[in-house]
Nanobody, 127 residues
Framework: QVQLVESGGGLVQAGGSLRLSCAASGFDFSSFSMGWFRQAPGKERNFVAGINGSGGGTHYADSVKGRFTISRDNAENRVYLQMNYLKPEDTAVYYC????????????????????WGQGTQVTVSS
C-alpha cells in the first residue's frame, strides 16, 4: 500500500524559509519520479517542482524558480522541498505525489501524471 506523508509546514514571515519533507512507503521509491504541488484556497492544485527517480533531473514552476529546491534521498525514501524567500502568495496546502509511470525518467508537470498523493501540509506566509 502506497503511503506519502508530508511534514514541515507551518507559519512563517515573508522572506523566511521552510523545508517540507515527504516520507514514502509501499513502492520502489527510486523507480518513480516525484512531484510537489500546491493548492491555495479557491484555486486549482498546481505543479511546484518535480524530480526524477535518480535525483539528477529537476523541474520547477516559474513562480518558484530560484527560491525553491527539490531533492530526494533514495536510501531514506524521502523527497524534500526547501523553500526560501517565501512570499505571501506561496500560502497553500502543499502535496507530494508519486508519478504514474515506473522508470523515473520523465517529470510530469500536470497532476494527471501522478497516481498517489499525500494528505498535504499547510504553509502560511504572513506579510
Amino acid at each position: 500500500q502506497v503511503q506519502l506523508v508530508e511534514s514541515g509546514g507551518g507559519l512563517v514571515q515573508a522572506g523566511g524559509s521552510l523545508r517540507l519533507s515527504c516520507a514514502a512507503s509501499g513502492f520502489d521509491f527510486s523507480s518513480f519520479s516525484m512531484g510537489w504541488f500546491r493548492q491555495a484556497p479557491g484555486k486549482e492544485r498546481n505543479f511546484v517542482a518535480g524530480i526524477n527517480g535518480s535525483g539528477g533531473g529537476t523541474h520547477y514552476a516559474d513562480s518558484v524558480k530560484g527560491r525553491f529546491t527539490i531533492s530526494r534521498d533514495n536510501a531514506e525514501n524521502r523527497v524534500y522541498l526547501q523553500m526560501n524567500y517565501l512570499k505571501p502568495e506561496d500560502t497553500a496546502v502543499y502535496y507530494c505525489a508519486q508519478d504514474n509511470a515506473r522508470g523515473g525518467r520523465a517529470i510530469d508537470l500536470d497532476q494527471v501524471g501522478y497516481s498517489n498523493w499525500g494528505q498535504g501540509t499547510q504553509v502560511t506566509v504572513s506579510s
